[in-house]
């Protein structure tokens, strides 16, 4: 799941099948708005 919200990128993955969350925060754009073209 990616979230985008205030020019951050936040996402969120479940890794193995221990119930633990990955979460990764950082300053980014949606890709459609050409973010990564700058």
């Known amino acids: 799941v990616t979230l985008y919200a205030k020019g951050l ?8 099948s221990c119930g633990y969350i990955y979460l990764a925060i950082y300053p980014g754009e949606p890709p459609e708005t050409g973010g990564m073209a700058r």
């Open 9 to 16: 990128v936040c996402e969120a993955d479940s890794l193995g």
